[in-house]
């Protein structure tokens, strides 16, 4: 397994998820026997800020649910996680992960508009927030899609560039 690095057709946006974090997002998604799970994406751009850099992936807060087709990520403990985040490194919130157990890693109508919303609201201080969405079985045949949601524009798809 390597890292993953999906970029947009016009180059101005990209995400870079190294071989670690993607390793972290799949234990997380078998440890969620067959139910949805997701979290955080924190990291930083590169210096010309056209590609999002994932340092961390965080699993569900405490206050999280989920079911076979939903999750619900909660917030419990997430503050105080992207507060040490940004004093050990600079580094903070990027966007959002979620796994759709058994499925295609396609966008719904909710997570266009759950994401769409931490865009455009002023207190995310998020203009251009991350989506990426793992389906499939992360033991055996899983894929992942990526999408920004840039402030008051409709979202991106990113596609898989393996040259990197």
């Not at 207190?123 to 055996?140: A, D, F």
Request: hydrophobic share 35%.
């Amino acid at each position: 397994m390597s890292s993953l690095y999906y970029k947009s057709l016009n180059d101005l946006f990209a995400i870079k998820v190294n071989e670690s974090e993607l390793n972290t997002i799949l234990r997380i998604c078998i440890d969620a026997q067959g139910n949805e799970t997701g979290g955080l994406l924190i990291g930083h751009y590169n210096d010309t800020h056209n590609c999002a850099i994932v340092t961390e992936i965080t699993g569900p807060s405490t206050d999280s649910t989920a079911g076979k087709t939903w999750f619900y990520r909660g917030v419990g403990g997430l503050q105080k996680l992207l507060n040490t985040a940004w004093r050990r490194r600079h580094h903070y919130y990027l966007g959002e992960w979620h796994f759709h157990p058994g499925a295609s890693p396609v966008l719904s109508g909710k997570d266009v508009a759950a994401m769409s919303n931490t865009a455009n609201a002023p207190k995310y201080n998020c203009p251009e927030p991350i989506l990426l969405i793992v389906g499939g079985y992360p033991k055996q045949k899983w894929s992942a899609n990526g999408y920004v949601f840039p402030r008051k524009q409709k979202y991106v798809s990113l596609e898989l560039d393996n040259g990197e």
